[in-house]
């Protein structure tokens, strides 16, 4: 669980929350082909996490804007 960005080159990563094998990615702003999207990583049909590639406003404005359903759901997935 947790936050972490990296800048690699030209490239931004950020990730908040927690994946797993059985996660779904759904991309929901830009697109893998233009190197740049935000994606929202659901398990289990539950939102545990963010991923942002070169898309560091978009990130953050989502992190803040889905914190509470982020954080039930990691809740809820540490009690597993």
């Known amino acids: 669980d947790g936050y972490f960005w990296s800048d690699q080159f030209d490239i931004r990563i950020q990730f908040a929350g927690r994946i797993a094998e059985r ?3 759904e991309i929901t702003a830009g697109s ?3 190197g740049s999207f935000l994606a929202r990583v659901t398990t289990d049909d539950q939102l545990t996490g963010l991923l942002g590639v070169n898309k560091p406003r978009d990130f953050m ?17 540490a009690s597993r």
């Open 23 to 25: 996660s779904q990615l």
């Open 61 to 77: 404005v989502n992190q803040h804007r889905f914190a509470d359903e982020l954080t039930a759901a990691l809740a809820v997935g």
């Open 32 to 34: 893998l082909e233009s």
